[in-house]
């Protein structure tokens, strides 16, 4: 099936400085692009959305990034708390794909207090 | 509201059995999909349903696997003939009418011994 990726990388920061991760998509056609914060044991959590026709999008604490040019996404964690550590994941959805959800690599966010 | 429910939680079978994984989807959800997550990985797509759209099933693995979604609610994904490369996370989850993020459920743990 469609798949995402091996080991996932890792992000280490300290408690208080913001975080960034990054990711790359494929589909220049998605519409929508989406964060998911998956804690241990649990299954993922909507963080936060950007359509395609937005360059970037504020939430509470958090910031994406959308660049289309070079298939680019990131998020922006302000002011990184312990409850911040968990996987991160990025997805998009395109109506070229059936308008399925499919998930990219994750990144492992450790917050060190 | 109730969110996504999945059941069992924790599934132990024999290789070589069959296997059933439910999902409740939340109330009025037209969007279900499907995701298998192997330890340390991330999400891979197995099948989607869509409203009474034929459901996307181009992520399955094997003939081996196979879902159905029955009265556009539950859903129920089967493993036939189950093989210790089968062991993961399978996760479901839902999306309301012209929204794009999908809810979680907890995920079922199989684990083929």
């Known amino acids: 099936g469609e798949s995402v990726g091996l080991h996932l990388p890792t992000l280490s920061v300290q408690e208080g400085d913001n975080s960034i991760i990054n990711c790359a998509y494929s589909?220049?056609?998605?519409?929508?692009f989406i964060w998911y914060k998956q804690e241990s044991g649990k299954g993922p959590q909507f963080i936060i959305d950007?359509?395609?026709?937005?360059d970037k999008r504020q939430g509470q604490r958090v910031t994406v990034l959308l660049n289309k040019t070079v298939k680019h996404l990131s998020l922006q964690i302000a002011a990184t708390q312990p409850g911040d550590s968990a996987v991160y994941f990025c997805?998009?959805?395109?109506?070229?794909?059936?308008?399925?959800?499919?998930f990219g690599q994750g990144t492992e966010l450790s917050v060190k207090p | 509201g109730a969110g996504v429910s999945q059941s069992p939680s924790n599934k132990v079978t024999e290789k070589g059995k069959d296997v059933e994984l439910r999902c409740d989807p939340i109330?009025?959800?037209?969007?279900l999909y499907w995701y298998r997550q192997s330890l340390g990985q991330g999400l891979e797509f197995l099948i989607y349903?869509?409203?009474?759209?034929?459901?996307?099933k181009s992520g399955l693995p094997s003939d081996r696997f196979s879902a159905e979604r029955t009265g556009g609610s539950v859903s129920t994904l089967t493993i036939q003939r189950t093989q210790q490369e089968d062991s993961a996370v399978y996760l479901c989850?839902?999306?309301?009418?012209?929204?794009?993020?999908?809810?979680f459920g907890q995920g079922t743990r199989l684990t083929v011994v």
């Open positions: 989850a839902s999306s309301p009418q012209g929204r794009p993020e999908a809810f």
């Open positions: 109330s009025g959800h037209t969007a």
């Open positions: 950007i359509r395609s026709n937005m």
């Open positions: 349903f869509q409203g009474n759209s034929a459901p996307d």
């Open positions: 997805a998009e959805i395109g109506d070229n794909q059936g308008g399925k959800l499919i």
């Open positions: 589909n220049s056609a998605s519409d929508y």
